[in-house]
Nanobody, 116 residues
Framework: QVQLEESGGGLVQAGGSLRLSCAFS????????MGWFRQAPGKERESVAT????????NYSDSVKGRFTISRDDAKNTLFLQMNNLKPEDTAVYYC?????????WGQGTQVTVSS
């Protein structure tokens, strides 16, 4: 059974930085493709950044490219999202997702609020 727990969210001023973490509980973290998603009030959940199981491929949404960096530490079973130059439009609940063989697992989310 896979469980995911996000942390690191909070309130930050525009231009600031936050680092989100997603702790993976379960087996074989290094076999899962991982991703960060976000959902703002009244909007659908959207993909922010993804990283494959071997960490040799990453993908970013156009809105965060150049500002956010996704990474993983397989020794610590942890996924990260470094967010720099945050903007008010980045305000959302951020979720991590683990995917493997057609199965998806989601965390409960962490709130990020960026004030102008």
């Amino acid at each position: 059974q896979v469980q995911l727990e996000e942390s690191g969210g909070g309130l930050v001023q525009a231009g600031g930085s936050l680092r989100l973490s997603c702790a993976f509980s379960g087996r074989n973290f290094n076999s899962y493709n991982m991703g960060w998603f976000r959902q703002a009030p009244g909007k659908e959940r959207e993909s922010v950044a993804t990283i494959n199981f071997s960490a040799d491929y990453t993908n970013y949404s156009d809105s965060v490219k150049g500002r956010f960096t996704i990474s993983r530490d397989d020794a610590k079973n942890t996924l990260f999202l470094q967010m720099n130059n945050l903007k008010p439009e980045d305000t959302a609940v951020y979720y991590c997702k683990a995917s493997r063989q057609g199965y998806d697992y989601w965390g409960q989310g962490t709130q990020v609020t960026v004030s102008s």
